[in-house]
């Protein structure tokens, strides 16, 4: 009588820890994978108000979409000085949006308001 129960209790036993083992042995691939950097899509926003691009110098990855919102009450146009982008006229209210795929440094000014203080994208 009392031996059954003590092979009883050791099989309960050797199921529990046969249990825990199996789950416990799952293969641990710690290999670190290689941290690339991937095309990322990331998206910048500089806003026009009161005759500023704000912020003035937007630092950014590569790959990044940069959009332009004309917050003031008149026109405003986003240009490249170096003639590699041009948004046009921005209508009050409206945005511009431009993806940036090549590091550089990118000023920009607006050609309805020559006074303006250029704006300038950093792109890295
Ligand atoms: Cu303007």
Same mark, same amino acid.
């Given at each position: 009588m009392k031996k059954t129960l003590i092979i009883g209790l050791l099989v309960v036993f050797v199921l529990i820890s046969g249990c825990t083992s199996t789950t416990t042995v #799952? !293969?641990?691939? #710690? #290999?670190?994978? !290689? #941290?690339t950097p991937a095309q990322t899509s990331t998206e910048q926003q500089v806003n026009i108000k009161d005759f500023n691009f704000v912020p003035a110098t937007a630092e950014v990855p590569v790959g990044t979409t940069v959009t332009w919102i004309n917050d003031d009450n008149v026109p405003h146009t986003v240009t490249s000085v170096s003639g590699s982008f041009d948004s046009g006229s921005i209508d009050a209210g409206k945005t511009y949006s431009y993806k940036f795929n090549q590091a550089g440094t990118f000023e920009y000014s607006c050609t309805i308001h020559p006074t303006m203080p250029r704006g300038k994208v950093i792109v890295r």
């Open positions: #799952t !293969p641990a691939s #710690t #290999t670190p994978g !290689p #941290t």
